[in-house]
């Protein structure tokens, strides 16, 4: 139901559906804080705010043992892979890069833009409750509001410095991971601040930004 509010202000006022989603993720943090304290409440959490534990036979396998590495990461890359076929190679996937990049001229080929922005939609919005499936059975084990630490936010800056390549995102991924990871062993072990991971990936997507802008536009003298 919150994935149609974005879509009827997009569809109705061409609203962008960035900031519509951002704004909308205080409600479901507050849904999912209700069904936790609610139907979904584990009663052995002692007052804790978390639901029923998932159960070890459906918990995914591990790829390295005794590390939180499992195949959640398969799946993800198979996925990338996927999606770029589906954009390369179906007459789906140009149909949503066209009305992505530009949506007047693809309603103009024939394109129809609604339905393409739903699909698109549920597609994502399947692959992102997807994504946290995969880190509540891979890691966590259980549901609570502090499953994510700011994953969504990282996503937008990961999809950025991909410059929106499905496969392009697995080598941004595996660049931010590293950059974050590094920096909590380099602060427990030498005492580097951890901020040096955020600067660092920051700087990366300002200059990839920059990047983009210039070749898209030329400076003439």
Avoid: C
């Amino acid at each position: 139901m919150l994935l149609l509010v974005p879509l009827w202000l997009r569809l109705k006022f061409s609203v962008d559906e960035v900031v519509t989603t951002l704004l909308l993720n205080f409600v479901a943090i507050l849904l999912v804080s209700l069904l936790i304290d609610g139907p979904l409440k584990d009663p052995l959490a002692f007052g804790w705010p978390q639901s029923v534990p998932v159960s070890e036979t459906a918990m995914l396998p591990d790829l390295v043992p005794r590390s939180r590495l499992h195949w959640g990461l398969v799946l993800a890359a198979v996925l990338a892979f996927v999606i770029h076929f589906i954009q390369s190679r179906t007459t789906f996937g140009m149909q949503a890069r066209a009305a992505g990049l530009n949506p007047s001229g693809a309603v103009f080929a024939g394109v129809p833009l609604g339905r393409t922005l739903v699909l698109v939609a549920m597609i994502s919005g399947g692959m992102a409750g997807l994504a946290g499936a995969v880190e509540v059975m891979g890691v966590m084990g259980y549901v609570t509001t502090e499953l994510s630490p700011g994953y969504g936010y990282s996503g937008i800056v990961v999809a950025m410095l991909a410059n929106l390549h499905p496969l392009g995102v697995i080598l941004a991924a595996l660049f931010s991971a590293t950059m974050f990871v590094g920096a909590d062993a380099m602060s427990r072990s030498m005492g580097v601040p951890s901020f040096i991971a955020d600067v660092t990936v920051s700087l990366s997507l300002l200059s990839m930004l920059v990047a983009i802008f210039f070749t898209q536009y030329r400076i003439r003298r």
